[in-house]
Nanobody, 127 residues
Framework: QVQLVESGGGSVQAGGSLRLSCAASRTTLDTYCMGWFRQASGKEREGLAV???????QYADSVKGRFTISHDKVKKLLFLQINSLSPEDTAMYYC?????????????????????WGQGTQVTVSS
């Protein structure tokens, strides 16, 4: 079992930046992936970025160049740097984890493959 707790959300002006964090209760010596997802009001949850235990990453095409995922394996922290925020980025942001995963795999950002989820942190961007 893995507990995940997100933080770092808030209200920002368009054009600003945010760094979201996710604290994990444990990691494993096995390969794992940790990812960021978001869900805007009235929309389906979408996968944004994933990083695996080797540091390999994969991004959704919609966020490439603007979002950066990283992790601190020692501190068991996952990060998402979001730049050039726009009102379309307003959503609840979630981190998620799964084991036995390699980031550079087709379909790795499918949410139904992730069994562990945090409660989410709200990001609101005003114009």
């Amino acid at each position: 079992q893995v507990q995940l707790v997100e933080s770092g959300g808030g209200s920002v002006q368009a054009g600003g930046s945010l760094r979201l964090s996710c604290a994990a209760s444990r990691t494993t010596l096995d390969t794992y992936c940790m990812g960021w997802f978001r869900q805007a009001s009235g929309k389906e949850r979408e996968g944004l970025a994933v990083i695996d235990s080797l540091g390999q990453t994969q991004y959704a095409d919609s966020v490439k160049g603007r979002f950066t995922i990283s992790h601190d394996k020692v501190k068991k922290l996952l990060f998402l740097q979001i730049n050039s925020l726009s009102p379309e980025d307003t959503a609840m942001y979630y981190c998620a984890a799964r084991f036995g995963c390699v980031a550079r795999t087709s379909g790795v950002l499918r949410q139904n493959l992730f069994p562990y989820w945090g409660q989410g942190t709200q990001v609101t961007v005003s114009s």
